[in-house]
């Protein structure tokens, strides 16, 4: 049982001491043990509830921290709280009970004698006409202050501790839009962070200034380290919703329950551990961008979520019935080969063309040409800075080496590469040695099919042309026509 209160001889001065001590406290959780500490102290009650109206639903109050009081009592008990809860909330002032089993008010009630209430009160949270809550207390050893003359001591106490909560709600807001506005502000120019001239990447970015302002669905394609989410932030930070909020997620490491409950959130004791209630991503970025990474590595179950989503812009937390509408943009990445995936029966038909409305082919750092050399000193100019190694820049034949290398690790491989070059570099410029590129052999002709070495020729002709499809047709001597058709099969 809670320690007595201190007592004070003038409610003034008692009233000025607790507003001291709530109003210094901004964090949420923190602040609501406080107050319903000081609301038990002051009457000597045994249990108590805190009520917090939702959000997204103001007229349904749901448990947000109690004392005493396990899941089960407290739905034991919800028949009689309920009732007299809502007799509160309807006076809009404190109301205390204090023998029930004779109040006419809740004669209805069978709670009060199978949890042997002996005396009961409850406090509105309300700011003018806005309900915020209501904390609820009992007890069933004894009426100890649930008297008369508790309740303005109680109103008053509770109207201090709804401007309490206004302000810490408040607070959480602007910290939460603070954060979000300077992670935006950090990533307005993350266009030109996607460093390129070559032509394959021209064509993206003509395709994300077509899309961007467009609500559609958009799917990225490329190998692993190609810069997918640098796709993906361009697409958000330079639309009409930039100032929305942008969430990536990683789907390929988690597992299929941590992966449902990060998406689509749950429900307090939906599962073992889920404590509170909890918004999934989708909800958090509502009217934003959401960046699912790896969609390819998704569960036929979450499939059939993202599905709905997709379809009915609709979603539900585990262990609700609830349905919430969203409205989110959503944009995947997967360096897998989707229609292939189809046909194996890996990934769904129909989700896979809800996901394939806009489709950016992120072309492999191989098939960029001098693209390389300027990510290679852009990488290098920011290995120098946190370093603060003598490193001018790169020797010829370190340049040439670069050109040469296949990088089957993208733009990833090419950073990491000139980072632990500068680290180990012991003269003024870049060297072939310093870089440590191991070329892989290429497979023996007999040990590749036709479509292999037919491939390979097409990349390294259009590399040397920067993506020029006329002038590579015209070096292979095929056609335009022909050209086209090999790279949208080959996704290139």
Request: aromatic share 6%; with cysteine; glycine share 6%.
């Amino acid at each position: 049982m809670p320690e007595p209160l201190q007592e004070f001889s003038d409610p003034l001065v008692a009233l000025s001491t607790i507003s001291e001590s709530i109003n210094t406290l901004y964090d949420i959780d923190e602040l609501l043990k406080k107050i319903l500490d000081i609301a038990l102290r002051t009457v000597n009650a045994q249990r108590g509830v805190i009520l917090m109206s939702e959000h997204d639903d103001p007229a349904e109050l749901k448990v947000r921290l109690s004392h005493n009081l396990d899941s089960n009592t407290i739905s034991a008990l919800a028949p009689f709280s309920r009732s007299i809860v809502e007799a509160a909330l309807a006076s809009g002032e404190t109301l205390i009970t204090y023998n029930p089993e004779d109040d006419t008010r809740f004669t209805a009630s069978t709670s009060i004698a199978n949890q042997k209430i002996v005396a009961a009160a409850c406090l509105p949270l309300r700011i003018k006409t806005r309900r915020l809550g209501a904390i609820y207390m009992d007890s069933t050893e004894t009426r100890g202050k649930f008297r008369p003359e508790m309740e303005p001591f109680l109103n008053a106490f509770a109207h201090q501790s709804a401007i309490a909560l206004e302000n810490a709600q408040m607070y959480e807001q602007l910290r939460t839009e603070n954060r979000r506005l300077r992670h935006a502000l950090a990533n307005t120019s993350e266009f030109k962070e996607i460093i390129g001239t070559s032509q394959p990447m021209k064509h993206v970015f003509d395709v994300v200034r077509s899309v961007m302002d467009t609500p559609a669905t958009v799917l990225l394609l490329g190998e692993s380290g190609t810069g997918k989410e640098l796709v993906a932030r361009a697409l958000h930070y330079n639309s009409r919703i930039k100032d929305k909020p942008y969430i990536a997620l990683f789907c390929g490491s988690l597992p299929e329950s941590l992966l449902e409950s990060e998406l689509f959130g749950h429900k307090q004791g939906a599962f073992t551990g889920a404590t509170h209630d909890k918004k999934g991503l989708f909800e958090e970025a509502d009217g934003g961008t959401i960046f699912l990474d790896e969609i390819g590595d998704i569960s036929p179950k979450i499939q059939t979520l993202l599905l709905r989503v997709l379809q009915e812009r609709e979603v539900r937390r585990i262990g609700e019935t609830k349905v919430r509408k969203i409205e989110v943009r959503v944009v995947a990445a997967t360096n897998k080969d989707l229609q292939e995936e189809v046909k194996a029966g890996q990934f769904r038909e129909d989700l896979f063309y809800r996901l394939n409305v806009i489709t950016i082919a992120v072309p492999a750092l191989r098939h960029r040409g001098n693209d390389i050399v300027l990510l290679a000193q852009h990488f290098l100019d920011r290995a120098v800075g946190k370093s603060n190694r003598p490193i001018r820049g790169f020797s010829s034949e370190a340049i040439e080496s670069m050109l040469a290398h296949d990088w089957p690790g993208n733009v990833r491989e090419l950073e990491n590469t000139i980072e632990r070059a500068v680290l180990l570099a012991k003269g003024e410029y870049l060297t072939p040695a310093d870089l440590r590129l191991k070329s892989e052999p290429a497979a023996p002709l007999e040990m590749q099919t036709l479509r292999d070495h037919e491939r390979r020729i097409v990349e390294r002709i259009l590399q040397e042309h920067q993506g020029n499809v006329t002038e590579a047709a015209k070096a292979l001597g095929v056609s335009r026509r022909w050209l086209h058709y090999r790279l949208r099969e080959w996704q290139l």
